[in-house]
């Protein structure tokens, strides 16, 4: 049975003449003595619990702790990663840049080198075409003048023959009729 403070407040006991009947005295102080040990130990179980439940929680707040400054470390490694990524994407970048750079400037300079080769050959192809053209009409003009020196159907002296090149025979079919 549990005794409460109202309970002892309103606790009557026998009277007799000289006083309170003395078993209901030491029987209720005996039951109150044992609810009072039940709530000491009671009180002392609590304390313990609490104690226990303290060490507990500063042990949690030790962990939170770590915890929190895991994640700040975490992060903050993080954040070091990836602005390392991009500068190291934009130094990549910026080589690439570079190079096709160099590359476009190195196949322009080539191609100007080729169109003034093109252009040197072209020159090179009139230079020559030119001078054949005036290679042939000089022997064109020679043979014309040798032919018209020459009469048709003459005897030359032996001396003039000799200074005549030698004519190689015109195939056949392709002689002319007089």
Known sequence: MRIT?????QQQFKTRPLGYEKGGVDQFLELVADELEGLVRQNQDLKEELARQ?????????????????LLTTQKMTDDL???????????LAEAQLRA????????ERRIAL?????EAKRQKISFETSLRVVVESHLRLLDSNVMALPRGSATSSADAADLPELSPLPEGDEESE
Not at 5 to 9: E, K, L, M, S, T
Not at 101 to 108: F, G, K, P, Y
């Open 115 to 119: 169109i003034g080769e093109i252009q």
């Open 54 to 70: 303290r060490v507990i929680l500063e042990e949690m707040r030790g962990r939170e702790q770590t915890l929190k400054e895991t």
């Open 5 to 9: 403070p109202i309970d002892i407040q």
């Open 101 to 108: 750079e160099r590359v476009v400037r190195d196949a322009e």
């Open 82 to 92: 990836k602005a390392n990524a991009r500068k190291e994407a934009e130094i990549v």
